[in-house]
């Protein structure tokens, strides 16, 4: 599977973005898909994920109640819905999948992806 993410920009602090996780492939319906952010000088961290049909979501303590992940799979995108933004929230964010062999299937590590997409750029002004 291939992947594309796109949606970034510049945003004042508690603004709102939406990142798009566009995919190709006929069987996107078989995996999980997260979002992963890297800021200025920081590692890769986890953001939030969602199983393979949607019905179970993971997040980072950093963004629950703030950013919504969700999936349609007709679409074959995932999105990433970001609000009450915040400086730190500033970073490339990626989309990534795997192949779950479950329909409750999430993962918060780096390591547990195979596909990763490109990057999309969002930086939150203060």
């Known amino acids: 599977v291939q992947l594309q993410a796109s949606g970034g920009g510049l945003v004042q602090a508690g603004g709102s973005l939406r990142l798009s996780c566009a995919a190709s492939?006929?069987?996107?319906?078989?995996?999980?898909v997260g979002w992963f952010r890297q800021g200025p000088g920081k590692e890769r961290e986890f953001v939030a994920a969602?199983?393979?049909?949607?019905?179970?979501?993971l997040s980072a303590d950093s963004v629950k109640g703030r950013f919504t992940i969700s999936k349609d799979n007709a679409q074959k995108t995932v999105y990433l819905q970001m609000n009450s933004l915040k400086p730190e929230d500033t970073a490339v964010y990626y989309c990534?999948?795997?192949?779950?062999?479950?329909?409750?299937?999430?993962?918060?590590?780096?390591?547990?992806?195979?596909?990763w997409g490109q990057g999309t750029l969002v930086t939150v002004s203060s």
């Open positions: 969602i199983s393979r049909a949607g019905g179970n979501t």
């Open positions: 990534a999948a795997d192949r779950a062999y479950s329909d409750f299937e999430v993962y918060g590590s780096t390591y547990e992806y195979d596909y």
């Open positions: 492939g006929p069987t996107f319906n078989l995996f999980t």
